[in-house]
Nanobody, 124 residues
Framework: QVQLAESGGGLVQAGGSLRLSCAAS????????MGWFRQAPGKEREFVAA????????NYADSVKGRFAISRDNAKNTVYLQMNSLKPEDTAVYYC?????????????????WGQGTQVVVSS
């Protein structure tokens, strides 16, 4: 089991940028696929991006392609989500998740461990 802690959320104007971080407690977490999901009020949790442990595989939701970028630093046991050109519809609680295995899957049910989330609010 990997414990995850997100940070970097906040309030930003539309068109602005934020970088979220997710620190994993277990060094072996560097061998896990990491994902970002988000949940807006009244909506289901949705996939945002995922990256395999060796960074050879990444996946993005269509809604964030070209605006968000996922990366990781295995030496620091940390995964990042760089969010640019933010829109009000990006407002949500963003969660980091981890799963064993090499595939950057997009379904929340495929992820074993979750962080507590960090709030992102994009004002218009």
């Amino acid at each position: 089991q990997v414990q995850l802690a997100e940070s970097g959320g906040g309030l930003v104007q539309a068109g602005g940028s934020l970088r979220l971080s997710c620190a994993a407690s277990d060094p072996t977490g560097s061998y896990w696929t990491m994902g970002w999901f988000r949940q807006a009020p009244g909506k289901e949790r949705e996939f945002v991006a995922a990256i395999s442990w060796n960074e050879r595989s990444t996946n993005y939701a269509d809604s964030v392609k070209g605006r968000f970028a996922i990366s990781r630093d295995n030496a620091k046991n940390t995964v990042y989500l760089q969010m640019n050109s933010l829109k009000p519809e990006d407002t949500a609680v963003y969660y980091c998740a981890a799963r064993p295995g090499p595939y950057a899957l997009v379904e929340a049910r495929d992820y074993d461990d979750w962080g507590q989330g960090t709030q992102v609010v994009v004002s218009s």
